[in-house]
């Protein structure tokens, strides 16, 4: 559901520099992992998949942030669109039980 309420704030929001950014930070807000801000984004992937989530969802929203923060590549709507499709599609598989 936190997935679902991050695409929903992602879709509302017009001042945003980068969707694809904010979705990755909000899929990678809930992993445990040791030291977030030292944690590389495929370090995050691993724990997102070791905690249950699917390596393709998964692997394909930390590509486009790698694309996103680190390359010459200029984010457009379909990007945005593919990152807001991801969390939702996080959001319908894994939020079962949460509130």
Not at 58 to 64: I, K, M, N, R
């Amino acid at each position: 559901r936190a997935a679902g309420r991050a695409a929903d704030r992602i879709e509302e929001t017009a001042a945003v520099d980068n969707e694809v950014y904010r979705a990755f930070r909000e899929m990678t807000a809930r992993l445990d992992v040791a030291d977030p801000e030292t944690t590389t984004a495929r370090e995050f992937e691993r724990a997102a998949v070791e905690s249950g989530l699917s390596a393709d969802d998964v692997a394909a929203l930390t590509d486009l942030f790698e694309r996103a923060r680190y390359d010459d590549y200029e984010i457009d709507g379909d990007d945005e669109r593919r990152a807001i499709e991801l969390l939702r599609r996080i959001e319908s598989r894994y939020a079962e039980g949460e509130p």
